[in-house]
């Protein structure tokens, strides 16, 4: 989001808003406190009663280190201003926190030891999405050739191209046309029985949740907001798969299985 989209939609932001929704966040807690001290309650057996309190504690301390890793990447800012600040005095030329953020460990610490510049030419390619980036043997590497590129993207695609995998949210199978929801001005766009397609879903999407036949997601667990209101509504859903709006397109056709935690593509655009 650029700070033109940030400025637009603090624009729309009002008190009695923002109130109104934290009544709504706080109600929500509230009644899965009550809800999950119920279950305890109810479970006689010490075994399931153990293990209850293990699946608490850990989807919430999955949710809670998602938390801390993005704040934690606020924090960096700072970092990977003062690094581009300190390139740009040994180098004579100005670096910007968006070539700075694409550096590898080992060239952010070849620079810091050893004053070795690291290669701009490559920063920028990356930039541009020209690259391949993997972990192997506790090093990172990165592959900027384009053939070798070509031949590893279709490799990917056609061990990704029918199947996507996440967590289970709310059971059930059915099948319909994709609609890929990237923020909320796309919310009217889903017609009735289509699949919900987004990174993540927030309160306003809603609405949007109750027309869709099913709710797929990039990112959350069992206990994020989509995950919530899918148990609510009764609605198939996914949550988690990492990948969905990347390898999703608006008009596939797929069968969403929360049975299985699989979306299968059966028909492409």
Not at 150 to 179: H, L, M, P, Q, Y
Not at 219 to 231: C, D, L, N, Q
Request: glycine letters at 6%.
């Amino acid at each position: 989001m650029t700070p033109q989209d940030f400025r637009k939609e603090i624009e729309k932001i009002n008190l009695e808003d923002v109130k109104s929704e934290k009544q709504k966040i706080i109600h929500e807690i509230n009644r899965n406190r009550v809800a999950y001290r119920a279950l305890q309650h109810g479970l006689k057996n010490q075994r399931l009663k153990l293990l209850a309190e293990i699946i608490h504690a850990y989807t919430f301390l999955r949710t809670d280190r998602i938390d801390i890793f993005k704040k934690a990447q606020a924090q960096f800012r700072v970092y990977y201003d003062a690094l581009a600040e300190s390139l740009t005095k040994k180098t004579g030329n100005i670096w910007s926190r968006e070539e700075v953020v694409q550096l590898l460990n080992n060239e952010i610490i070849a620079f810091i030891k050893k004053r070795i510049i690291p290669d701009r030419e490559l920063i920028n390619k990356r930039i541009k999405q020209e690259y391949v980036y993997y972990h192997e043997n506790e090093k990172s590497h990165v592959i900027h050739n384009k053939n070798e590129i070509k031949i590893i993207c279709k490799k990917v695609e056609k061990s990704t191209n029918s199947e996507i995998k996440g967590s289970i949210a709310f059971k059930g199978k059915t099948r319909g046309g994709v609609c890929i929801i990237y923020s909320k001005a796309d919310l009217p766009k889903i017609k009735e029985g289509e699949i919900l397609v987004t990174r993540t879903t927030m309160p306003d999407y809603a609405q949007a949740m109750k027309r869709s036949g099913a709710i797929v997601t990039e990112e959350g667990g069992i206990t994020s907001h989509a995950a919530i209101v899918s148990r609510e509504l009764k609605k198939p859903c996914i949550v988690g798969t990492g990948n969905c709006t990347k390898l999703l397109k608006d008009g596939d056709y797929v069968e969403v299985d929360a049975n299985k935690g699989i979306v299968k593509i059966l028909k492409r655009v």
